[in-house]
């Protein structure tokens, strides 16, 4: 079965950085892209970052470029958020998305606390 684990979040002051991770299983990942979305406490669940299935092709929301970097390895079936210059705004938990087979597949989801 498909399975997404995300890992890494965790609190941050302003201006630190985190790396999340989210290890795939039950599919070819090297095939497919993925995502990272993030959803605020009483905020629509938005898309924070993606990744072409090689890693050729990147792009990001408006809020997080410059200060965010998706990467994947393949050999590892990993894809990976570095997150720097972390702002209160940030805060949020991070969901990692993929759609083998057609079909969605979501992550629990890592939560980010950016705060003082």
């Known amino acids: 079965q498909v399975q997404l684990v995300e890992s890494g979040g965790g609190l941050v002051q302003p201006g630190g950085s985190l790396r999340l991770s989210c290890a795939a299983s039950?599919?070819?990942?090297?095939?497919?892209?993925m995502r990272w979305y993030r959803q605020a406490p009483s905020k629509e669940r938005e898309l924070v970052a993606y990744?072409?299935?090689?890693?050729?092709?990147?792009n990001y929301a408006d809020s997080v470029k410059g200060r965010f970097t998706i990467s994947r390895d393949n050999a590892k079936n990993t894809v990976y958020l570095q997150m720097n210059s972390l702002k209160p705004e940030d805060t949020a938990v991070y969901y990692c998305?993929?759609?083998?087979?057609?079909?969605?597949?979501w992550g629990q989801g890592t939560q980010v606390t950016v705060s003082s």
């Open positions: 039950g599919f070819t990942f090297s095939n497919y892209a």
């Open positions: 990744i072409s299935s090689t890693g050729g092709s990147t």
């Open positions: 998305y993929g759609r083998p087979f057609s079909t969605d597949y």
